[in-house]
C-alpha cells in the first residue's frame, strides 16, 4: 500500500512534468508574446494568466515567467500584478479535472490509449511541435493514471485509519492541517500534487471533507515558496509582484478558512 501511494505521487508529478514542459516547448515563443501583448489593461492580463495557467497546468511556470518580465523591465508592475492574479485562479483547473473525471470514469480506458498515442507523436516527431505536443499528451495520461493507482491506494487506506481524535477539531487543528498542506506543496514543489493527494484522500475516506479543505488551502499557500526563491537577487518591482502574489494566496486562504 506505501508503494502504491509513493508510486502514484510519482506519477502524478510525472505527468505533471510531461505536461508542462511538452506544453511549454509546443507553444514556443507564444507564451512570451501572449504575456507581452495581452497584459494592457489589468482584465486581459487576468485573462491572460487564468487561460495560460490552465494550460500549461503550472501556476509556477507563469509566475516565474512574468517576474522574470518584470525583472528584465519588459512588463510593468501592475500588469505583473493581475497575471500573477490569474495564474492562481488558473492553477485551480487541476483540481476540477481530477475531482470530475477523475473520480466518475474508468480512468485507464483513454489515459492508457493517451500515453501510447502521445508517445508515438513524440517519437516520429522528435524536436518539433508535434513531438512537444506527443510528450504533453502522454504526461496527460500518466496524469490521470497516477490518480487511479492514488484512489486505489486510499480506498484500502481508508478502512484502516482512522482520524477520530481529530473528528472534534478546532481551530488550532484547522490551522495544523493548513500547515501540512502548505509543507506538502513545498516538498512537492507543486500545490496541484498536493491537491490532487488531498483530493483522493477525501474521495476514499481518510480524511473529512473539513480537513482536506484545510489541507487544499495550505496547498495554496504553500505554492507561494517558488515565488519566494525565484526573487532572490532580483529588482525590487520583482520583490514587489512575489509580495503581492503571497498575499493574494495568504487573504484567499484565509475567507476559505473563514468559510
Request: glycine share 14%.
Amino acid at each position: 500500500m506505501i508503494g502504491s501511494l509513493v508510486g502514484g505521487v510519482g506519477l502524478f508529478l510525472l505527468g505533471m512534468r510531461l505536461m508542462t514542459e511538452g506544453l511549454k516547448h509546443a507553444a514556443g515563443t507564444a507564451l512570451t508574446r501572449v504575456l507581452e501583448r495581452w497584459t494592457k489593461t489589468g482584465f486581459r492580463g487576468l485573462l491572460s494568466g487564468t487561460l495560460i495557467s490552465s494550460l500549461v497546468q503550472s501556476s509556477s511556470a507563469v509566475t516565474v515567467a512574468t517576474i522574470g518580465f518584470v525583472n528584465a523591465g519588459l512588463m510593468t508592475l501592475s500588469q505583473a500584478i493581475w497575471v500573477i492574479y490569474g495564474s492562481n485562479i488558473g492553477t485551480t483547473m487541476t483540481g476540477w479535472l481530477v475531482a470530475l473525471v477523475g473520480f466518475d470514469i474508468n480512468i485507464k480506458a483513454f489515459a492508457l490509449p493517451g500515453i501510447g498515442v502521445g508517445m508515438a507523436l513524440h517519437i516520429t516527431g522528435r524536436d518539433s511541435r508535434r513531438g512537444a505536443f506527443g510528450e504533453a499528451l502522454a504526461g496527460f495520461g500518466v496524469f490521470f493514471v497516477g490518480i487511479d493507482v492514488l484512489k486505489v491506494a486510499f480506498l484500502g487506506l481508508g478502512d484502516r485509519i482512522s482520524l477520530e481524535p481529530v473528528s472534534s477539531y478546532g481551530l488550532v487543528q484547522l490551522l495544523l492541517f493548513v500547515v501540512i498542506g502548505v509543507m506538502l506543496t513545498v516538498l512537492m514543489q507543486s500545490s496541484s500534487a498536493a491537491m490532487a493527494v488531498t483530493l483522493t484522500a477525501t474521495a476514499g475516506g481518510v480524511v473529512p471533507i473539513e480537513i482536506g479543505a484545510a489541507m487544499v488551502i495550505g496547498a495554496n499557500v504553500g505554492t507561494t515558496s517558488t515565488a519566494l526563491l525565484s526573487v532572490i537577487g532580483a529588482t525590487p518591482n520583482a520583490k514587489r509582484v512575489a509580495a503581492a502574489h503571497i498575499a493574494f494566496n495568504v487573504l484567499t486562504g484565509a475567507v476559505a478558512l473563514a468559510m
